[in-house]
């Protein structure tokens, strides 16, 4: 009787069964390493972000004071909207939606950020553009664009507060010694000059941010694109329309939601340099107003409530609109 030993019996075969059960379960296992390394991040952002915002909304519902946090009574949507008949029929309206304040607030804050967001997006793909570019150095201009961007904005704001300043700033000298204005301005004071003067400083800032993102966008586009275009002739004008600027979109895209985000909740550099200006009082500063200052808490939990879902809703707004594409599925 014929015996067969191991090295001659047949292999064994896989099928495609097994196959698909093997990378089932390889996927499975990716998937839970991942939710194992994610955890740590997700109890963070819970205990930094989701619950003051659930703590946030809560109180807006109440009539909670700053000395007593704990004490508030629930009252509903009265912090939002009030609507109240006096025995002599008249009826007043009270609440954030309809305070003239909080709409100038949001007035200035969509002003504020469509123009900023608008010029910092043009000036960042240009320094973009001229970074891409090989010469000598560029990795020495590539470290100092980025100085603007890197000072903290607190810094930055008092650093231009000081040159804006109409007595002793040196925009003021610098201005008058050229013969474009005759006289002293206070920029961050005057109410016509106080949003043009918080552009300025912030297109300042944040346009190094817009060029890095930018740059690296135009870095990912093949160069044989660009020589054969050189090559066929093309003008440098068309190649940028027809090359440059479609397979640059979707990162651009990407940095404009960055930026927009921060422009829609900015804060800091106009608390610092025009804080009680009526021109240029956003929703972040308005809200901060009545949550500390003025000892309204329930009533500033109310706009930073409103001031979550209109960014939320903008944002979802524009990457609808836009088409952008978030998942990375167009260039895979």
Request: glycine share 6%.
């Amino acid at each position: 009787m014929p015996t067969t030993t191991l090295d001659e019996r047949p292999p064994k075969k896989v099928t495609v069964a097994g196959q698909a059960a093997h990378r089932s379960e390889l996927q499975a296992q990716r998937v839970r390493a991942a939710m194992l390394f994610l955890l740590p991040m997700i109890v963070a952002l819970f205990c930094v972000a989701a619950w003051p915002l659930l703590r946030t909304i809560y109180f807006s519902f109440t009539d909670t004071s700053l000395n007593n946090l704990g004490g508030g009574k629930w009252i509903g949507f009265d912090n939002y909207l009030n609507v109240r008949t006096l025995s002599s029929g008249k009826t007043i309206y009270r609440g954030t939606l309809v305070d003239p304040a909080w709409w100038n607030a949001v007035w200035n804050t969509f002003r504020f950020a469509f123009v900023s967001v608008s010029i910092e997006t043009v000036l960042g793909l240009m320094v973009a553009l001229v970074l891409n570019a090989e010469f000598r150095g560029r990795a020495l201009v590539r470290a100092a664009i980025l100085i603007p961007w890197a000072i903290p904005t607190i810094v930055s704001a008092k650093m231009w507060s000081w040159m804006l300043n109409d007595q002793f700033g040196i925009i003021n000298d610098m201005l008058m010694s050229i013969g474009l204005i005759d006289h002293k301005i206070a920029w961050t004071a005057n109410v016509g000059t106080a949003m043009f003067a918080v552009l300025i400083v912030d297109i300042w800032k944040t346009t190094p941010f817009m060029a890095l993102l930018c740059l690296a966008g135009l870095q990912m586009i093949p160069r044989d694109m660009y020589e054969a275009a050189k090559i066929d002739g093309i003008h440098p004008v068309k190649v940028f329309f027809r090359i440059t600027l479609p397979l640059v979109k979707p990162a651009l895209m990407v940095a404009v939601i960055f930026r927009l985000l921060d422009a829609l909740r900015i804060f800091d550099l106009i608390y610092v340099l025009t804080p009680n200006s009526s021109a240029t009082k956003t929703m972040s500063i308005i809200s901060r107003e009545n949550l500390i200052d003025f000892d309204k808490f329930a009533y500033g939990s109310a706009q930073s409530t409103l001031l979550f879902l209109i960014i939320a809703l903008s944002v979802v707004l524009y990457i609808w609109l836009g088409r952008v594409d978030l998942g990375g599925k167009a260039s895979q």
